[in-house]
């Protein structure tokens, strides 16, 4: 059965002007000329049956159809590039792994041991973007991502990787020394929040029995890597997985101010859609990866 796809240029055509918001800019990006650009929308209108631009005395305006479609065709033109430049840099051979990372833990722990996934399997690139929030796997091109949650989300299948508890941590010259403190010591201390732990001070001071007016103040940090950056430059306690402040901890610009650690039960996942984990990169990279983190 032949696809009910249009063509290749008119998709084009159509994602240019619509990102441009102009023919023109559009016939100028793609080295045509403007009528030619009208040409191609207006065949793309006519296979579709559907309006995708009003024109105004303005100039063009996307519909809401036009809108939406926009996103999906945009999304979809993106992927055969990637797709396209994949194959061009591997000549066929090897491949290309999506994998979306939380950014922290791609720095201090993934990004250090890369290069000996690079040396094991030469022909696979491994490219990394960001992502601190839920997402749905279907509009972000990820083959997978690594994540820390409570568990992995609906529609995935997931391989546990590093359970992850959180110490509380300072700079030697706030805690006046590298001795531990007790709770009660450190109530009477600043304390850096983690915005995306909100409750996490509160949390740790429960777990003590202890309930700490104002637990929730202090000035909060998306990443933990800012996080660790406040502490030691004597901003306040902290509350950081280890694994995450390594290097810190060893030459000492982070101590730990209490030994009593925060367990919320979440671990560092690699996750991927179901039905989607058994190519032979995603294979390979599973396995790397599995031995890398029992080695921990």
Known sequence: MRRKIPSTAALVAFEAAARHRSFTKAGEELALTQSAICRQIAGLEEFLGVELFRRTRRG???TEAGERYQRQVATRLDAV?????????????????ELGVVPT???RW???RLSRFHAAHPDITVNLSVRTQAFLFEDSGLDAAITAALAPWPGTQAQR?????????????????????????????????????????RQWFAAQ????DSDL???????FSMLAEAAAGGAGVALIPPLLIADELASGRLV????????????????WPEGRGESPVMRAFRTWLSHEARAV
């Open 217 to 223: 103040a202090g000035p909060r940090y998306e990443l």
């Open 60 to 62: 063009v305006v996307l």
């Open 161 to 201: 990787l590093l359970g992850e508890v959180s110490v509380p941590v300072a700079s030697p010259a706030l805690l006046g020394g590298t001795e531990p403190l007790t709770a009660d010591a450190l109530a009477r201390l600043p304390r850096l929040q983690q915005s995306t732990r909100p409750y996490a001070w």
């Open 110 to 112: 993934l990004v250090p």
């Open 256 to 271: 730990r101010a209490s030994e009593v650690a925060l367990d919320e039960g979440r671990a560092y996942w690699l996750v």
């Open 81 to 97: 590039e990637r797709d396209t430049l994949e194959l061009m840099a591997g000549r066929g051979q090897g491949g290309t792994l």
């Open 209 to 212: 029995g202890m309930t700490v």
């Open 105 to 107: 833990f791609a720095t």
